[in-house]
């Protein structure tokens, strides 16, 4: 493998041949199990969480930002977990990879089809950290035998969109980018605001205020770090 081209799965169901040669694969390749209950995500995003990190076992819902979702992949990806993308196409690997995603652990399955909610119970019987984008709401009974393989597999699920069993929903609020002159130039950084829900709806909301990214593609606060009960 090489970082220019991410594995990938391009028939819609994933066939257990693949899967079990990916398992093997990733024993071989990976030097350390991660024993930890927590996957640590990108610093500027651990205190919008519960607990400062992803949970193993739980399921987080990102809305309105690609690029906030490839900041929650890149702390554990660079921690050394294997993540996978699953239905969404547009996922640029290149962007990816400067946002400090690790190419080398990344598993794409662009076109999951009808079969998406198959293939990510298959996907996370593999990986650590899985991100997935929904076609169709998933039934009540899904939702929960998932969650269940979950807690199992000790995996991570990251959906772009409303989960029912999300942890934490995060959202970008307020969004603007800089870089443009007096009319001209080119869009090089984004300032957004952020805004964490934890589950249920229970407790406060909590804000921050990200480069997402900077002009230097980073992602990091645009200030100081500040968090606000906003609900």
Same mark, same amino acid.
């Given at each position: 493998?090489?970082?220019?081209?991410?594995?990938?799965?391009?028939?819609?169901?994933?066939?257990?041949?693949?899967?079990?040669?990916?398992?093997?694969?990733? /024993?071989?390749?990976?030097? #350390?199990?991660?024993?930890?209950?927590?996957?640590?995500?990108?610093?500027?995003?651990?205190? @919008?969480?519960?607990? !400062?990190?992803?949970?193993?076992?739980?399921?987080?819902?990102?809305?309105?930002?690609?690029? @906030?979702?490839?900041?929650?992949?890149?702390?554990?990806?660079?921690?050394?977990?294997?993540?996978?993308?699953?239905?969404?196409?547009?996922?640029?690997?290149?962007?990816?990879?400067?946002?400090?995603?690790?190419?080398? /652990? @990344?598993?794409? =399955?662009?076109?999951?089809? *009808?079969?998406?909610?198959? %293939?990510?119970?298959? =996907? =996370?019987? %593999?990986?650590?950290?899985?991100? =997935?984008?929904?076609?169709? /709401?998933?039934? *009540?009974?899904?939702?929960? $035998? +998932? !969650?269940?393989?979950?807690?199992?597999?000790?995996? #991570?699920?990251?959906?772009?969109?409303?989960?029912?069993?999300?942890?934490?929903?995060?959202?970008?609020?307020? &969004?603007?980018? *800089?870089? +443009? !002159? #007096?009319?001209?130039?080119? @869009?090089? &950084? $984004?300032?957004?605001? %952020?805004? &964490?829900?934890?589950?249920?709806?229970?407790?406060? /909301?909590?804000?921050?205020?990200?480069?997402?990214?900077?002009?230097?593609?980073?992602? $990091?606060?645009?200030?100081? #770090?500040?968090?606000?009960? %906003?609900?």
């Amino acid at each position: 493998m090489s970082p220019a081209s991410a594995p990938a799965f391009a028939d819609p169901v994933v066939d257990r041949a693949q899967v079990h040669e990916l398992q093997s694969r990733i /024993r071989q390749m990976q030097a #350390t199990k991660l024993e930890s209950r927590t996957f640590e995500t990108h610093p500027a995003l651990g205190p @919008l969480l519960p607990g !400062g990190a992803l949970k193993a076992g739980a399921a987080y819902a990102v809305h309105g930002s690609t690029t @906030l979702l490839m900041a929650l992949l890149a702390g554990p990806s660079a921690a050394g977990a294997w993540c996978g993308v699953i239905g969404m196409p547009d996922f640029g690997a290149e962007a990816a990879g400067r946002f400090g995603i690790d190419l080398e /652990r @990344l598993v794409l =399955v662009p076109h999951p089809g *009808d079969q998406w909610l198959t %293939v990510t119970a298959a =996907v =996370v019987d %593999v990986l650590a950290v899985v991100a =997935v984008a929904p076609p169709t /709401r998933a039934k *009540d009974g899904d939702v929960a $035998r +998932l !969650g269940a393989r979950l807690r199992q597999r000790e995996s #991570t699920l990251i959906v772009a969109g409303d989960w029912p069993q999300a942890e934490a929903t995060l959202s970008v609020a307020r &969004s603007g980018w *800089d870089g +443009l !002159g #007096t009319g001209a130039g080119y @869009l090089s &950084s $984004r300032r957004v605001t %952020v805004e &964490s829900a934890p589950r249920g709806g229970s407790g406060p /909301r909590r804000r921050a205020e990200l480069w997402l990214p900077a002009p230097d593609e980073s992602f $990091r606060p645009s200030g100081p #770090t500040r968090l606000e009960a %906003v609900g």
